[in-house]
């Protein structure tokens, strides 16, 4: 309790000492210094499908923004199924923040549909596809299902390319300020705080000095990192994608190793460790897990910690 001098005694600071006109004065002016000072907090419910752009949203959004995640980082990213829980949330979304590419192709749409929440329907600023932003890469004119799991609209695992990330973080912060004018200067010096961090970061990695390494990878799920820092996926173990490799084209690999200086074999939590295990046994060649979003391992706790650890793995 605050005290003021009042006929020579300490007596309560408020408004018997004070008229009741000059302390609305001051309270107004109070809250006027905090609005300039603080952002409005508007509690605006960011609903992302996968951990990384949830990360992404974090840091430009923080405490600013309501965040729900839909897919657990433990969970393949290709197969997941729609549950009232995820459109629930969708429905109190004010902007619905995802991949693209196809990537969340089974489900979203049946999320968004269902949820009947005008804001997020697509060609609303509430409705933002993270793809947009990027230069996609292996798009395709033709795809069949004899091609494997192919997407026509190209690679969809952007997220593990500096480059890439940068310009999503712009389109994040973009996209908030949209939808809450209000907050705009806060997302966008949260934006500058992370290009901060991502310029340092990046001269950080780029000391790791990942050029010239050859890998074999179960699956096309390293291309954009591998254009960002210089190195080379010389085969896959899937003899498709999204297909088991047979028998005949294990042999085919072992041959290619065998006649070639391979670094390691990459592989994901949840694709063939059993095979790439296999493949390392037989020939010699170190097999790496790679984790493949946020929180997907033991201290991954962003986007930024998530790259570190993928770039110590394969230095």
Known sequence: MDLAIHNGYWRPWGPSILGGDMMKGLLFALLVTLMFLNPVFAEINVVATLPWIGSIAGEIGKEVINLTVLVKPNQDPHYIEAKPSMILSARKADIIMYNGLDLEIGYLPLIIESSKNPKIQPGKIGNLDCSQFIEPIEKTLIADRSMGDVHPLGNPHYHLSPKNILK??????????????????????????????????????????????RFIAYHKYFEYLAHDFGFEIIEYIESKPGIPPSASHIEKLIEIIRATKIDAILTLSFYGQKEVKSLAQKTGVSSIVVPHDVGSADGIKDWFSLMDRIIELLS
């Open 168 to 213: 999503v973080a712009e389109g994040i912060a973009y996209s908030l300020s949209k939808i809450d004018p209000a907050n705009a200067n806060f997302y966008n010096d949260n934006l500058s705080a992370f290009k901060k961090v991502l310029h340092e970061k990046q001269k950080e990695w780029e000391n790791k000095s990942l050029k010239g390494k």
